[in-house]
């Protein structure tokens, strides 16, 4: 099928999906898929003729940057006044008209009818969806309701899509239309607008308290409507959804909309936060001012439950906790009161965020191999710094000893993750402290490292210099000050000592100008505009080594034992190290890619470049950088007891179905939402059901008895009639499109694609109906029908290999599948006329998971 035909068919079951007309033939399952599909790969759908023909000029001249339907349309939203009259004219009308109606869902249509009938027809006789979706929304929090569960179901899917559109909140846009119009008259996307006027509401709240202490009048044209402010409560009800409803938590959302807090925070702490940080405190209008005073307040708290939150809170701070999350929560307490002076933690145990740092590096060079180019790919584990040093005084251990112990849990988990490094590097080894020293005195030679006398806030945790105005004070429960780092929360410490720098302010141009070789350099854009934006500043010399009296684990200064050289300039010569030893008959120096987490995008972005630049060496040729890994939409916290290990994944799903969630749901762009449930789903429907579906159907003993995987020809497809053809048509486009895909690491957009051809054999396979042609002694088309799904399940094995390759293994043994015949060339349909005899293998390839 040509490109443009495939765009107006995406854009076709986009409107049948929200606007399904009376005869429509799209089934609800289709219609539920392609509003995933949107939701989560807005990249992926063009924007909508109607705005796109008259508006191209004005996309190309300010929306260049937005790649998808959905950023493209805000942008344009966003810049309404930039745009020429006639696109100006379509996006107001076309913004109207998506505001103002939409029929009801194809899902509430048909689970949903007949509760609609008896419980909202009121709403029904207006015609508003928003009233009629809010109807049901009140009934589904109802926990009395006899609403059936599909009804249910469908309704909560229809809150994800309403949480970001106005369409579905008549109430709330009655409410506050004119508030809107007077507050925050240039925001159209309704977050954006709950937030403009939950600000108003706390700097209402601000204004009045402070007006009553003063004796002044607080005029009112800058106040919210008292029914729209019941209506923001609703609002920020929906979007809470760890918020139980009950008759307090009006009472608690109140106060969490005034204090800007976690409401979980609130719920524990509302009586102490009244009596300690209340209004004589006018100044504690944010949560990190109102956790202050609930620190500084610690000895005076009642509330059990409230001391332990706060003290979780505190430790937090205090220590790096590596433990038992169960085990800090129940003895918070006792660490606030017993061990205020105990040292940040045991480092790092592997997580699933570490994990997927790796399996996106894996694909890459799993993918790379199979196209025939030679790969080295390494990992490892950075040991040296003042956090493992006192972390290993912590543990009662010598540093070397902990380090072992560490390093070796993270090379269990990649292992366990089927990580095919080629190079495993560990800072402590003696032949990266050699490339260390060398690289050291390259630099000192070249005249970018000088001593002098460097003074600042440093964090330990954070090994880290930080300026002042990126800190702040608080007090501890004993009644101490203590100066802590913004960003992270995390102590500083004044130090004022002599050490060693780097001239990093020298090599800003030179960094701008690797930077501008082109946006590929880093990915994706928004972190390149990021490093973009830093460079845009002046550089300030960086601070390279640190006292042997402060910090004696780390690499000793070449020619002067008495400083130890920074741990990040330690760290990032892993890279070099591996380089240098390196097996490879090929210079493989520069790096093609670093993958990388976005919290250490600086340290790669800019210091990492410019060291290699000073020392005359060229830097990587591109940064992977991806998002964090949110659990269930909340932040990964050891205080919350939510960090995910992998290997309670890998016995769950085992480490396919671990691989496959986090390539499948993780997109580089933006953070990844980690859902055990989820996972299980996602691991039943595409492993077991889809894939596992296919290949037990054409493998099974019943319409297979001879167990052969039959040759494939282009008569093979015609005696299937029209369902061949098109099956045929999507596996011949399918491999390159998924090549483009896997090349640009949009790996879950390749996985798209594998799965969508699933789905056509699968669908080929139900209306080919074998077991009939069986029955009625069609052989020449049962034989075809075979071959047909076994080639096809074929190439899926062979696409699939980068992203889960045990699985991939197992389904290709089944097919007897030579080991040769396995890389790129293969992962198209090739004609043959050969029967192969299947392997021994069960049909089996992926049980499915039972999990409550």
Known sequence: MPEDKTAFQTRVFVRYAYHPPADSSLKPECADEVRRVMRQRANSVDLIPEVEEPCIEDLASICFEKTGRGEEMQCLQDNLERLSPVCKQQVSNYTEEEA?????????????????????????????????????????????????????????????????????????????????????????????????????????????????????HVGSQHRVSQPCRQQLRNQLLQQHEDVQFNPNVLIMEQQALHYQLDPVLVNLCDKEIQIHCGPEEPKNTRQGQVEECLKRKFDALSSVECRRHVALLITAVQIDIQADPMLHRACAIDLVTSCKDVPPGDGRKPHIGHIYTAVIADSSARFNRLIGNPVTFSTGTDEHGLKIQQAALCANNEPGQFCDHVSGLFRTALKNCEISYTDYIRTTESRHKENVHAFWETLSEKGYIYKGKYEGWYCTADEAFVAEDQTTLMKLPNGQEQRVSMESNRPVEWFSEENYLFKLSKLREELRRWLKSG??????????????????????????????????????????????????????????????????????????????????????????????????????????????????????????????????????????????????????????????????????????????????????????????????????????????????????????????????????????????????????????????????????????????????????????????????????????????DRNWDFARLRWNTTETALGSQPAVLFPRIKSE
């Open 519 to 820: 946006p590929a350099v880093i990915r994706p854009l928004r972190h390149y505009n990021l490093v973009k934006s830093w460079l845009d500043q002046e550089l300030i010399d960086l601070s390279v080594s640190r006292p042997n009296s402060r910090l004696s684990w780390g690499i000793p200064v070449p020619g002067d034992s008495s400083q130890t050289i920074y741990v990040w300039l330690d760290a990032l010569l892993n890279y070099m190290t591996v380089a240098k030893h390196s097996q490879s008959e090929m210079n493989i120096w520069p790096p093609s890619v670093h993958v990388i987490g976005k919290d250490i995008l600086k340290f790669h972005g800019i210091y990492w470049p410019a060291f290699l630049l000073a020392a005359g060496f060229e830097p990587p040729k591109s940064l992977l950088v991806h998002g964090h890994w949110l659990v269930d939409e909340q932040k990964m916290s050891k205080t919350t007891g939510n960090v995910v290990s992998p290997q309670s994944c890998i016995n769950l799903v085992t480490a396919t179905g671990l691989r496959y969630f986090l390539m499948h749901e993780g997109v580089p762009a933006s953070d990844g939402n980690f859902s055990t449930k989820r996972m299980v789903r996602i691991a039943n429907s595409d492993l077991a059901d889809g894939i596992g579906n296919l290949v037990s159907r054409c493998c099974g003993k019943s319409l297979n008895p001879l167990q052969m995987r039959l040759g494939v020809s282009p008569s093979s497809f015609e005696s299937c009639g029209s369902p061949g053809s098109d099956l045929l048509s999507l596996l011949e486009r399918t491999p390159d499109i998924v090549h483009n895909e896997y090349q640009q690491w949009n790996f879950y957009k390749g996985i798209d694609q594998v799965m969508a051809l699933v789905r056509g054999a699968n669908g080929f396979f139900q209306t080919m109906e074998p077991w009939k042609l069986k029955k009625e002694g069609e052989l020449d088309k049962l034989n075809a029908t075979m071959a047909v799904t076994m080639e096809t399940a074929r190439v899926v094995g062979t696409l699939l290999q980068p992203i889960v390759p045990s699985y991939s293994e197992r389904l290709l043994d089944k097919l007897g599948v030579p080991q040769e």
């Open 100 to 216: 103002e109606h939409l029929e009801l869902n194809p899902f509430i249509t048909t689970y949903c009818s007949r509760f609609l009938e008896t419980h909202c027809q009121d709403e029904m006789d207006d015609g508003d969806e928003g009233q009629v979706m809010e109807c049901l929304v009140e009934y589904k929090m109802n926990t009395e309701t006899t609403m059936n569960s599909k009804c249910r179901a469908a309704v909560e899917h229809f809150q994800l899509i309403a949480l970001q559109d106005f369409r579905f909140s008549a109430h709330f846009k009655r409410a506050c239309k004119l508030d809107i119009s007077r507050l925050c008259p240039n925001i159209k996307a309704k977050p954006q607008v709950v937030a403009c006027l939950s600000e108003m509401v706390r700097n209402d709240s601000v204004a009045q308290s402070l007006g009553v202490r003063s004796g002044n």
